[in-house]
């Protein structure tokens, strides 16, 4: 659930609307992280991408690390891209691996070794490869 910010108010203050009590309440914060009448904890209401270069298109906010590899024609439905150095803003093709949320996830954990380079240039390779192998069928 979220709070609903309902706009400001002529002093200054933002109005907003628990969604789980229906309670109206007013803080001079823009985001509040709790519900003053029931105690709720409220998700931040823009929690992805934080950390990354994002664009946007027709609407849509993309990491940027995304829109570099999609527009070399990666698929990236299922796949998550890893920063091997740890930094959000390199998107240097030798800084990003793609790889599972699973993996991804146990990378961060410490759980899984974190690649010493990226992997796109293999990424592509094994891509070209099924694609091939898919036309010859």
Known sequence: MR???LGKTRDGHYGFRCCRCDTHFVDENSFVELCPHCGYKFKDPKPRYKKYDKVVIDGKIIPQHRLILESMGIDLTGCSV???????????LDNLYICSYADHELIHKGEKENPSKG???????????????????
């Open 3 to 5: 709070v609903e910010r």
């Open 82 to 92: 890893h920063h091997v150095d740890g930094n959000p803003k390199n998107n240097d």
């Open 119 to 137: 992997n796109i240039d293999q990424y592509l390779e094994e891509q070209t490869r099924r694609q091939l192998e898919e036309m010859r069928q």
